[in-house]
């Protein structure tokens, strides 16, 4: 009796939190408020997939495991889940399962934490053909999302590849298709779909397109490095464009630490000869593409691109963008988009009142200033941007910025939890919890060391299988 | 004092002249979490960081461990987030003038994570990439600050 009375009283104190989405500004937020302030909060996680995690699952490199060692501080959820501080629920999708009024009604506060869902996309003639492919789509092939199993159906005949951008998730798709399946792919969490179909690709040449110029790349040194360093995996670089920025850089004289950087990168693999691979890839700068060439079959034959030139402005002292007038053809069998990844306004947004511009929910400093006790992180908040490094910085921020809300602080009592299990109930709506979770993952585990890999990620629909 | 190192931000690299001042506060009680390792009677090495807040923490550490194990293992406000893989850069710290040169120097590895840092300055470094040796003996570390739109400006 003592003891219900005394869970009845603590429980109406606390805040409830609804958080819509599992990626790791997602963890970081929760993890953060949790350790400032163990006593004030009851947070529920609601994840559209089944699996947590968001793009370190379905968007981080199959090689590069290290990345995704953020996944240890992640499960250190699993304390907050068992005293009923947190609570996940997998398979729902906010302004799908649940609408936003459910969560205002019955949340203190709500945090936006559910990043992209989509590819930037380049429009251009022939952009819609069949073979020109987005890399949200690519990226979620390779990496197991077996809704996007059939992206790549074969690699058999396909011997030249345009990308178009060149930012890290560029880079990521050249060891893709470059990289040596046994050596780099076949002990990894690659998608079995995938790892079949590189082991019979026939991939020789990526052309890398790029609009802007050298000093405007978006990789980072670190993704360029690794993928240089191929050269002894058989992958050569063949170079990029050079002499069309001697003049730009010889005027420029000292740049800053990341171009540098960059550039002697670029030199040093250059000059230090070709490595003796057959397969390579190479940087286009000043190229944007306007239009494709195709075949007799109807596949695509090349990938036509204009080309640009760096000018200096006399009268600005700046280096700018201008048409060359002409246009180049690249032997292209697939185009590969890599402009980027996309974030959307959920569909409640207007009438609510959320304002969504450029990419991001407006926002200051995490909160969302228009609306009550409503708070964004991660990609969402800042249009797709940056790597896990800005999602920690972001989250302990937006952390800060929710534990200091006054309004937060004395809103009213809401029923958080109990509410939404009703009408989820009412719904008979599947709900994977977190120990579900645990226990899916055994067995991607148990599965994927069969075949020598960490795990292999089933489908969403094997997950909900294997849930009551 | 941190805000004014973040400001110097990637583009402008000054030798940064940050005032380690010099207070006296106690040394922690050595205390022996996860990786780190006992040190030998005598053989204590010294590592002072600064916190977020301002704090001076000292302690008393073994020669080979690294600046984020010891960090951890002492609470402070160090993420590592891939671990101590260099794959991440939540691990920055900024190194005392004094001390920066007796580091070995970074590794090409190291130089590419630091690239991503925020608020880089001249004597910034990886922590997991920085093991106690008894040259280091005394260091002082500092654990940046950094505001969102600081971070905002930095990533464009
Ligand atoms: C291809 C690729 C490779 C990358 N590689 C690296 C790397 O090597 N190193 C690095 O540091 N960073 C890397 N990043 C960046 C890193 O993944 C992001 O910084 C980070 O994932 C952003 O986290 P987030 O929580 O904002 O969003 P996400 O990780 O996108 O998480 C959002 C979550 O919300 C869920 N969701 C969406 N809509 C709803 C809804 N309506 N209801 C409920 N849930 C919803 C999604 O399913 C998802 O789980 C990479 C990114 C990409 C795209
Ligand atoms: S912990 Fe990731 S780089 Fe040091």
Not at chain 1, 33 to 45: G, R, S, Y
Not at chain 2, 88 to 102: L, N
Request: aromatic share 8%; proline share 3%.
């Amino acid at each position: 009796m003592n003891i219900t009375r005394r869970f009845l009283s603590t429980n109406s104190n606390l805040k409830k939190l609804a958080v819509i989405g599992s990626g790791p500004s997602s963890f970081y937020t929760i993890l953060q408020i949790l350790k400032k302030q163990p006593n004030n909060f009851q947070i529920d996680i609601f994840e559209k997939n089944p699996s947590p995690f968001g793009l370190v699952r379905y968007g981080v490199a199959p090689d590069h495991p290290e990345v995704k060692n953020c996944i240890d501080k992640f499960n250190e959820i699993s304390e907050f889940i068992k005293t009923g501080k947190v609570k996940y629920f997998g398979n729902v999708e906010i302004c799908k399962d649940l609408s936003l009024n459910d969560l205002y009604k019955n949340y203190n506060g709500i945090l936006y934490a559910y990043g992209s869902s989509n590819g930037n996309k380049v429009e251009f003639p022939g952009s819609l053909h069949q073979n020109i492919i987005n890399s949200f789509d690519f990226v979620n092939w390779y990496n197991g999302n077996h809704n996007y199993k059939n992206v790549i159906k074969s690699l058999k005949g396909i011997k030249d590849i345009s990308i178009i951008g060149a930012g890290n998730v560029a880079i990521d798709i050249i060891r893709i298709l470059l990289g040596d399946v046994n050596k780099r792919w076949k002990s990894t969490d690659i998608s079995n779909h995938a790892l079949n179909i590189l082991k019979e690709s026939d991939v020789k040449n990526v052309n890398v397109i790029i609009r802007r110029g050298i000093l405007d790349s978006k990789f980072t040194n670190k993704e360029l490095r690794e993928l240089l360093e191929m050269r002894d995996e058989g992958v050569e670089f063949k170079g990029w464009n050079k002499e069309d920025f001697d003049e730009q850089l010889k005027s420029l004289g000292k740049l800053d630490r990341v171009n540098k950087r960059r550039i002697d990168l670029l030199n040093k693999y250059k000059e230090n000869g070709n490595g003796n691979g057959n397969k390579g890839w190479k940087l286009n700068y000043l190229r944007s593409p306007i239009g494709i060439m195709v075949k007799p079959d109807g596949n695509i034959k090349e990938l036509l691109v204009k080309v640009s030139k760096m000018v200096h402005n006399e009268e600005n002292d700046k280096w700018e963008y201008k048409s060359d007038g002409k246009i180049e053809s690249i032997p292209s069998d697939l185009v590969i988009l890599a402009t980027g990844y996309k974030c959307e306004p959920l569909n409640e947004f207007k009438e609510i009142g959320i304002l969504f511009e450029n990419g991001k929910i407006i926002n200051n400093n995490g909160k969302i200033e228009n609306i009550k006790n409503s708070y964004c992180v991660g990609w969402v908040s800042n249009n797709s941007q940056g790597n896990i490094n800005n999602t920690v910085n972001d989250s302990m921020n937006v952390a800060e910025t929710i534990i200091n809300d006054e309004d937060l602080i004395n809103d009213e009592n809401k029923e958080g939890r109990k509410e939404i299990e009703i009408i989820l109930k009412n719904k008979k709506h599947k709900i994977v919890k977190w120990e579900d979770w645990e226990k899916i993952h055994s067995i991607e585990i148990d599965q994927g060391n069969k075949d020598g890999k960490p795990y292999n990620k089933l489908s969403f629909n094997e997950m909900l299988e294997l849930v009551k | 004092m941190f805000r004014t190192i973040a400001k110097v931000g990637t583009r402008s690299l000054q030798r940064n002249t940050l005032s380690f001042q010099q207070r006296t506060f106690g040394v922690s009680p050595i205390t022996f979490h996860g990786h780190l390792k006992k040190p030998n009677p005598g053989e204590e090495l010294h590592i002072t960081f600064i916190t977020k807040e301002g704090d001076q923490k000292t302690f008393e550490v073994a020669e080979g461990d690294n600046i984020l194990d010891i960090a951890q293992a002492n609470h402070l406000d160090m993420e590592g987030a891939c671990g101590g893989s260099c794959a991440c850069s939540t691990c920055h710290i900024i190194v005392d003038p004094e001390y920066y040169d007796k580091i070995p120097e970074p590794d090409d590895d190291e130089n590419d994570m630091l690239d991503l840092a925020f608020g880089l300055t001249e004597t910034s470094r990886l922590g997991c990439q920085v093991v106690m040796s008894k040259e280091l003996d005394g260091i002082r570390v500092a654990l940046p600050v950094l505001t969102r739109n600081f971070m905002n400006k930095d990533m464009n």
